[in-house]
């Protein structure tokens, strides 16, 4: 059985690698000869930072005040204490490896921590709910910093808040799996997309070699990777490439994909989160509109008095936990679904024109459930009305979709192409932020936002200080507030969680920011939380931006 020492002391090693070559060749090495396929299962997901499966809905509910919390009774040392190391490191993680270091020497002989150990607390901190839960976590915590040796406490913390600083990512993951049991990446990453859990991928891998992961299949309540579009450069060009296009309105809301099976729905999110008991009256006109057997891909909007209401409130819907009748009245929705994986069978090799027929037969449509509108054309004509008939409704513009196009789990081709209006934004990871002055010195009044490099390191692009109104500050203050690392007089650092889309006048190069470059004139648009940080916009594709706007001005 593997301990946590061993893992952490891995960890410690492949932390220095920069070398991406290097990294994937070290973890293969060393999940190559885990034996015990529940320890397998559980490192690669410790590896990127992850207690449970991104789709799981458990969550061990500890955030930094907890961690402060019992760092303070380990070692009992003040808080002031901790914050002070936290930015002397700038990294909770290593502040708590050196709190403990110099508490250790009293400690008595403790057993030694596994994998397994360390999972089952943490699954038992994700049953604990309300009253004595928040006391009986930190008793947890405390059991665990008290058997862990330093360096264990410095993954630990890091696993806890999600973010082990290994600068591994998906991509090494899957080719860490491909090289350990000598698998083709390609049959790894496929197996991925359709059962989006790279710790049963590399289990499957060991026990059954490739045609264990060749016979790996969508499962209904498990979510598949959804498949994404890339930006149109013209009509034409589209239509050039598409010759007959299935044209949809982009509508402007969120993704979901809707599984109805065995009496049961599940509804994930865009980042695949499970957000059903947050959307009541979809769950149950499914039951009523949908055969069943079915997993479908769609779009949720929000709608009042015929007009789409923004994007935002649909995102207040999925986090809404609480007194959700409340807000069903005032924020309705309206389900567009455009798309169907499966039907009892696997359905994303067929055509798209398959795919929809089948799609038209599941579905009775109703007040809530609709299927989304399709023109079929190859005139751009027809596509430019298309476009001005969804944006005089409110929405994006338009989806150009190949008919011939079977469903690609997460990826980002050409067989979908958007259309839209306005110009491309970013989406980047809020790290840090400032409070503001005087009357608002309880409100954040700016944030620090991060693009992430190809193994998923975060660096800093600039800093977002317009286009918040007063509500939007206010609500921003509380979501950031629990992810507040440390401070430093009105500067805050967070636990990097969520992204916002910013909008900018141009990119610059600049040495102020590690990433190189700076934005001119950032302007928030909105908080984008149906993305995750592994989302976020790429070092790569700001450098892209920084040389095409150079091109369009003509160098
Ligand atoms: N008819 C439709 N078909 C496909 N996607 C649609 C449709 N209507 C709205 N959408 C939304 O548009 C998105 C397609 O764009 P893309 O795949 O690039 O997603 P994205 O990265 O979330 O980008 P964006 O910020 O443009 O929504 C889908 O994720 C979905 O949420």
Redesign the pocket.
Known sequence: MLTFKEFAEFCSVIEKISSTLELTARIAAFIRKIEDEDDLYNVIHFLMGRIFPPWDEREIGVGVGLIYEALRQVTGVSKSRIEQLVKETGDLGLAAERLLKEKKQTTLFQEELTIKRVKEIFEEMAKLSGEGSQKRRVMLLTDLYVSATPIETRYLTRLILGEMRLGVGEGIIRDAIARAFGIDSSIVERAYMLTNDYGRVAVVAKKEGKDGLMRMKIQLHYPVK?M???VAESVDEALREMREAAV????D???VQVHYGNGKVTIFS?RLENVTSALPEIVDEVKKCVRENVILDG?VIAVKDGKPMPFQQVLRRFRRKHEISKAMERIPLIV?F?DILYDGEMLIDLPLKERRKKLEEVIGESEIIKV?QQVITSDPKVVEEEFNRAIEAGH?GL?L?RLDSPYTPGK?GKL?L?L?AVMETL?LVVVGGEWGEGKRSHLLSSFELACRDENGRLLRVGKVATGFTDEDLEELTELFKPLIEYEEGKRVVFQPKYLF?VAYQEIQKSPKYESGFALRFPRFVRLRD??SVEEADTLERIAKLYEMQFKSKGG
């Not at 949809?248 to 509508?251: F, G, L, P």
């Open positions: 959804m994404l579009a890339q949809e309105w982009k509508y809301g969120s993704r865009r779009e567009y455009f989304a994006e989806m979709k980002r979908w958007k839209k989406d889309e149906d993305k």
